[in-house]
């Protein structure tokens, strides 16, 4: 999501499963060329080895330093949120279809799945699992992120859950730990609030939408 409405709430929630995010703007070949997109990533990594702070320690000179922090500091604004991915994607979510039409394009091309908010001003065809809401709304955008990503973690803790005579499970990631800790109740009247919450802005004028 790379409108201003979704920028936030997308980093937090993809954040806290631990799921890869864009919420500036969208390369173009992002998908369909991974492979240059993984070579700038190996970038990325290589640069932040560098110790800034000492010249004399990494071989360069100071004005070098600076370009290369300055290229840095551009590949964290394009690819931050996607250090960690390492192969396409399984499956999208995108918050506005007619601005990330190209992530749209770039999906279907490689048939991978599209999940997303269908609006009114929305193509239902652009998505394989539309979800009917307000795009522009904060509250809204906030509320379906949100369960998405609860979704997604859900997906992933049941994959390091042993199943029968299977094989120990793989050891959980911290954010993970901290989902299964969660007690049940919490996590039921949270969900229960929001969506009260998000059915009354669907009755009154969105005071924060854009």
């Known amino acids: 999501g790379t409108k201003k409405q979704a920028q936030e709430v997308i980093a937090e929630q993809a954040t806290r499963v631990g799921q890869p995010f864009v ?32 010249p004399a320690g990494t071989g360069f000179t100071k004005k070098e330093l600076l370009l290369k922090q300055r290229e840095l500091d551009k590949l964290h604004k394009s690819l ?13 979510w995108v918050v ?15 048939g991978i799945p599209v999940i997303g908010i269908l609006d009114t001003n929305a193509d239902p065809d652009e998505f394989q699992f539309p979800i009917p809401g307000n795009d522009d709304a904060i509250r809204s ?47 039921v009247e949270t969900e229960v609030v929001e969506v009260e919450a998000a059915a009354e802005a669907a009755v009154a004028p969105e005071a924060d939408a854009q």
Do not use: C, Y
Request: glycine content about 6%; cysteine-free.
């Open 23 to 54: 919420n500036q703007r969208w390369l173009g070949g992002l998908l369909t060329n991974f492979s240059t997109v993984s070579k700038r990533l190996a970038r990325m990594k290589e640069l932040e080895e560098l110790d800034f702070n000492d």
């Open 141 to 187: 955008v906030s509320l379906l992120t949100r369960i998405i990503a609860d979704a997604a973690a859900e997906g992933l803790i049941q994959r390091h859950q042993p199943a029968g005579d299977a094989e120990e499970a793989e050891p959980l990631a911290e954010w993970e730990r901290e989902l299964l800790e969660q007690p049940q109740a919490e996590v």
């Open 80 to 92: 931050g949120g996607i250090r960690n991915l390492t192969k396409t994607p399984s499956a999208i």
């Open 96 to 110: 506005d279809a007619k601005r990330e039409h190209l992530a749209i394009d770039e999906a279907k091309k490689l």
